[in-house]
């Protein structure tokens, strides 16, 4: 993997999970084209054998219903090799919502303890001021996109950022597990998404 993913996060672990699932359905596709290609073959000569060689036409038959039936076990197995793909796939999206999640909840325990400081010195400024109350002044958004127009300079405070970067985190995470319940086609969509975003090359999709 490559990227800004870290070797061994729960991210990059199910990205190469989805890898090895991928290449067990390309294995037994191409188990299935070559069980197939045998069949096709031996169909085609079947009859002038059995002409040249009366007694070759059991084992002959034995072959063709052997190869029809190694043709439906691969491509079963190939059906339930899809579906674990989707599976990784959903293991990937969680993976990544768990990150996002986990990042939120580390700043949750910085902006909890920012936020008690700042409390505690506001509370000590208006106990010195005589009971006046001090409150930082966090300025809209639309007030933000206006400021360059009207030369007015906004500085959002510190711990507001921060619980704003939370709470883009803890929705970010919610989407990727809404991504992770969605249909197959969905799931895959989402995951090379991802992957693009994270400069991480998607493991080739499989033909179905």
Do not use: C
Request: without cysteine; charged residues 30%; negative net charge.
């Amino acid at each position: 993997m490559m990227g800004i993913l870290t070797r061994g996060t729960p991210v990059e672990r199910a990205f190469a999970d989805l890898d090895k699932a991928r290449e067990t359905v390309a294995r037994w596709q191409a188990e299935q084209a070559a069980k197939r290609a045998e069949l096709s073959d031996l169909e085609s000569r079947i009859g002038a054998e059995v002409l040249d060689d009366e007694s070759a036409a059991e084992r002959l038959a034995d072959q063709a219903v052997k190869l029809r039936a190694q043709i439906d076990v691969a491509a079963r197995t190939e059906r339930a090799a899809t579906d674990r793909v989707t599976d990784a796939g959903r293991a990937v999206l969680r993976a990544y919502a768990g990150e996002q999640q986990a990042n939120a909840d580390r700043l949750r325990s910085q902006v909890e303890q920012r936020q008690a400081k700042t409390d505690a010195m506001l509370k000590a400024v208006s106990e010195w001021e005589g009971g006046v109350s001090y409150t930082p002044v966090t300025p809209s958004s639309l007030e933000v996109q206006g400021a360059g127009q009207s030369g007015v300079s906004y500085k959002i405070p510190l711990t507001v950022a921060l619980r704003n970067q939370m709470t883009g985190l803890e929705a970010k995470a919610r989407q990727y597990e809404g991504y992770a319940d969605a249909p197959a086609e969905q799931v895959a969509e989402q995951v090379e998404r991802l992957a693009g975003r994270l400069h991480t090359p998607a493991p080739a999709t499989v033909a179905g």
